[in-house]
């Protein structure tokens, strides 16, 4: 069993930035791919970035460059780096592991973490 704990969320202003941050407890953790989901009120869960064991990332592309996904395979931990954000942006984000390679499909990760809020301000 594989826990995933968020951190970093907050309340941030329109063009502000923000890192996320998720902790793995699993020992092989360098194996899984890592992914980042939202989910705004009243819409589905949405994939954001993701990123292998080898570091090939993913992103949607409403990121336009904006987010980068990253990992540190020594801290068990991957990071979402978050700039120029917009108010659109404002979701519960959610960090997610599978042993599949690469997969932008939700229903294909095994592990989530409970979520951490975005609150972007005009």
């Known amino acids: 069993q594989v826990q995933l704990v968020e951190s970093g969320g907050g309340l941030v202003q329109a063009g502000g930035s923000l890192r996320l941050s998720c902790a793995a407890s699993e020992r092989s953790f360098s194996s899984y791919t890592m992914a980042w989901f939202r989910q705004a009120p009243g819409k589905e869960r949405e994939f954001v970035a993701s990123?292998?064991?080898?570091?090939?990332?993913e992103y949607a592309d409403f990121v336009k460059g904006r987010f980068t996904i990253s990992r540190d395979n020594a801290k068990n931990t991957v990071y979402l780096q978050m700039n120029s954000l917009q108010p659109e942006d404002t979701a519960g984000y959610y960090c997610a592991a599978t042993r599949r390679l690469t997969t932008r499909a939700a229903n294909e990760y095994l592990w989530w973490g409970q979520g951490t809020q975005v609150t972007v301000s005009s």
């Open positions: 990123i292998t064991w080898n570091d090939y990332t």
